[in-house]
């Protein structure tokens, strides 16, 4: 606590994706010691050789690099990753890595699923911390649909601006995974090797291919420049509201166990206990919503002792793991019977929300959030189904603050605007999908997606077993 009695934790909510990536940019940039990063997924496109580029340039000013990525996602990469390491700055290390036959697909595929009840455990966390002062989290992964770059399909997404002395937990934390059994220098698998004369080369197609892009994206790259020559980054960490905070982040051990470990050291434990607490509203967020169920009986707890419980989540037609999404649709009735309120974001909006901050493409919702009687809030990388509460690593943080509180569900009312959201009710026992049209109300009786993505929610809903979506 300061003196003056208020919490030493200070926070802003990255509510679009200029100012997500924009801010990126700016700590990389203004780092004087040290950069942390932590990601599941690390995609190409422009945005992530801007960034590359700046944690290139820091190294170069000798900020220290710290790059630990989930291994997943890494096929195709692992020549870009090893030149990335062979800057003396720079060291980047996999989390949960597949040792042997990566060169080839079929060879990975028959790696992974020799070890898989330990290779489908993956680490979701997100982080980016600067100096072991400011840091980011959030729902976020690095690549242009995380960012609002992407011609095709974009996500919207939320991040949390973190000041205070939660980032040294969150350093913790990260030095906890770094150093984790689980976690190989990339030094230590057999990749690529190049020599300096080919990391010179890799450096310069880095920059080669990042002006390519950025000539193709110019109304983008505009946009960001007019962010960096606004002073955004220093305005965004001025004015950060205080509040009382506490890091709810996953043991990388979590992935050791052949079962999932006891409910009290997970990270939704406390979040249970928060939901149960509950007396007037509770707004959930979350891109994918597996209830199960444990789910089914809480939320419905709530609904009938009073409480108004909303969930937003993704349409068949806007997620992006329609398999999953079977996994919702096997609860979705039982919900509403239950007097749940269920929304679901439309690909195609008629409006566009705060929320969505695409420049091109459809949408699809990441965020993932909880909001407390309009109290307290809870922002990370956490996803309300059983694949992050037993099987893959999480972090967040669950904020005190009705400030806060406030933002999100004025966001999370936006998000779920008839314009932007189906409202899902009962008529005669079946489902229906309402939601405002060019031409004012409007229902549907059955909801809207592709062939080949409502083949695989129905193969999901009936076959999957929801413990593992």
């Not at 001025?238 to 992935?255: H, Y």
């Amino acid at each position: 606590m300061t003196e003056a009695g208020q919490p030493e934790n200070r926070f802003r909510l990255l509510e679009g994706s200029m100012d997500a990536l924009g801010m990126r940019a700016h700590l990389a940039d203004t780092a004087r010691h040290t950069l942390d990063i932590q990601y599941y997924i690390l995609h190409d496109g422009l945005t992530t050789r801007m960034l590359i580029q700046r944690l290139l340039d820091a190294a170069d000013r000798g900020v220290k690099v710290r790059l630990l990525l989930d291994d997943m996602t890494s096929y195709g990469h692992d020549a870009r990753i090893a030149a990335l390491s062979c800057n003396d700055n720079i060291e980047v290390r996999l989390f949960n890595p597949i040792e042997s036959g990566r060169r080839l697909a079929i060879t990975r595929f028959l790696a992974f699923m020799a070890r898989i009840q330990r290779m489908h455990r993956r680490m979701h966390n997100k982080l980016w911390i600067v100096d072991g002062d400011v840091a980011i989290t959030g729902g976020r992964n690095l690549g242009d649909e995380y960012y609002g770059a992407s011609s095709q399909m974009n996500f919207s997404d939320l991040d949390l601006l973190c000041r205070g002395p939660l980032v040294k937990e969150m350093r913790d934390s990260f030095d906890r995974y770094w150093n984790s059994p689980f976690v190989l220098p990339v030094a230590k698998l057999r990749l690529f090797n190049p020599s300096v004369e080919e990391h010179r080369l890799w450096r310069l197609r880095v920059v080669d291919r990042m002006m390519s892009a950025m000539r193709e994206r110019e109304d983008y790259v505009s946009s960001l420049r007019q962010w960096q020559r606004d002073g955004s980054g220093a305005r965004l960490l001025d004015g950060m509201l205080p509040a009382t905070s506490r890091l709810l982040v996953d043991s990388p051990e979590k992935i050791g166990t052949p079962e999932p470990p006891p409910v009290e050291e997970l990270v939704f434990s406390p979040l249970i206990d928060r939901v149960r607490a509950v007396r007037k509203e509770l707004t959930l967020v979350s891109a994918y919503f597996v209830p199960g169920e444990l789910g089914i009986e809480l939320l419905g707890e709530l609904a009938a002792r009073g409480v108004r419980v909303r969930v937003l989540t993704n349409s068949l037609a806007a997620t992006d793991l329609p398999l999953v999404h079977g996994g919702y649709v096997a609860f979705r009735q039982r919900l509403l019977q239950a007097g749940v309120e269920l929304h679901e974001m439309r690909a195609h909006p008629d409006q566009k929300g705060r929320w969505r901050h695409p420049l091109r493409g459809s949408v699809s919702l990441h965020t993932k959030a909880m909001i407390f009687d309009r109290h307290s809030a809870f922002l990370g990388s956490f996803n309300m189904d059983p694949r992050s509460a037993f099987w893959n690593t999480e972090i967040g943080v669950l904020l005190e603050s009705p400030a806060l509180a406030e933002q999100l569900l004025t966001l999370a009312d936006q998000a779920m605007d008839p314009q932007i959201s189906y409202q899902l009710k009962l008529d005669d026992g079946q489902v229906r999908w309402h939601f405002t049209g060019p031409s004012g109300p409007a229902i549907q009786r059955f909801e809207s997606g592709t062939p080949w993505r409502r083949l695989l929610a129905w193969f999901s809903a009936r076959f999957a077993p929801s413990e593992w979506l």
